[in-house]
Structure formats: C-alpha cells, structure tokens
C-alpha cells in the first residue's frame, strides 16, 4: 500500500550533473530516515547518502563533496543531486525508506523500483 517513485535517472557525460527524485505514497503514518543506494554490475548494493527526520546526513567516501541529499517532510520527497557525475558512478540507483502505515506501528523497509544512471566518458 505504500510505495516508493523514482525518478531523474538518463545518461550524461563525465563532470555533467543530474538530480534523482522520490516519492512516497499511501497509507503514510510516518517515514524514517531516507536514503538512496546504488548497484553496479558485478557489485554489492551500497549506500550512497542517507538522511534524517532532523536532516543529519551520512554519504559514502566516494560521493563526498559531489553529492548532496535533501527531503521534504511535509511532501515524503527525498532528492539526490548529483555533481561532477565520473564513470564510476554508473550504476541502478534505488530510493530506500522506513515507512510506518497506518495499519501497522512498526517501520518497514521500503524500496523503489530502481532508475538507471550512465555516465560517459
């Protein structure tokens, strides 16, 4: 009943910039902390930022000083701005949340379908 919408995903050249949405929607009581994670061929899924209800942010080594997260409490948005984008960012990106219902008093892990990112060299 409840789900997560991306988008924002496309294909851009090295030191270009691009800025992933997501959505919740639903029977909504109350979201946790919001992230987005990434996964690569061949590769785990890894986190790439994290934010808080307060706005406290945590964002892997590799993305520091390129990247930035933002949510809108009022709206159950979750933005990823993405800048100075390099190859390696390349990757299926997939919004997460913890999302309590109004049917249960408990937070469920929530996924998005996954928005693909290509950068070019």
């Known amino acids: 009943q409840v789900q997560l919408v991306e988008s924002g995903g496309g294909l851009v050249q090295a030191g270009g910039s691009l800025r992933l949405s997501c959505a919740a929607s639903?029977?909504?009581?109350?979201?946790?902390?919001m992230g987005w994670y990434r996964q690569a061929p061949g590769k785990q899924r890894e986190l790439v930022a994290a934010i808080t209800v307060g706005g406290s942010t945590n964002f892997a080594d590799s993305v520091k000083g390129r990247f930035t997260i933002s949510r809108d409490n009022a709206k159950n948005t979750v933005h990823l701005q993405m800048n100075s984008l390099k190859p390696e960012d390349t990757a299926v990106y997939y919004c997460?949340?913890?999302?309590?219902?109004?049917?249960?008093?408990?937070?469920?892990?929530?996924w998005g379908q996954g928005t693909l990112v290509t950068v070019s060299s």
């Open positions: 639903g029977s909504i009581f109350s979201i946790n902390t």
């Open positions: 997460h949340a913890g999302v309590m219902s109004d049917y249960l008093s408990e937070y469920l892990d929530t």
